[in-house]
């Protein structure tokens, strides 16, 4: 479809409805931060399995999972501050692309 000369894609974004979602995923990422940092502080150490878990190996097993999980937590929260950002980035495009539209159309609509 073509608009005085121009392409024009039959795809319409709600800008509203992203802006809301990426508002949303970037609280959820805040609030993931905050679990993983409490999550953080409070890591059960060594000695907690006592003097059989460690004769046993409990302690470096555990500490082998909780390491990983650990990880993957941090890289979930960095991965959801990333879209966040991304889905901001989308906003703030297509937000621009419409006022310049509505500005060409302004200077362009005949007396």
């Known amino acids: 479809m073509t608009f005085w000369g121009r392409a024009v ?3 319409s974004i709600d800008i509203d409805w992203l802006n809301n979602y ?9 609030d993931f931060t905050t679990a993983d940092e409490s999550l953080n502080e409070a890591r059960i150490s060594a000695e907690s399995f006592g003097e059989l878990g460690a004769e046993v190996g409990t302690d470096v097993a555990y500490a082998r999972v909780a390491d990983h999980l650990y990880e993957q937590a941090r890289r979930g929260c960095e991965v959801l ?3 966040a950002v991304g889905l ?10 419409d006022e310049d539209a509505a500005s060409e159309f302004t200077r362009t609509e005949p007396a």
């Open 9 to 11: 894609s039959d795809i």
């Open 22 to 30: 990426a508002k949303s995923v970037n609280n959820a990422s805040d």
């Open 81 to 83: 501050a990333a879209a």
């Open 88 to 97: 901001r980035n989308v906003v703030t495009l297509h937000q621009t692309q």
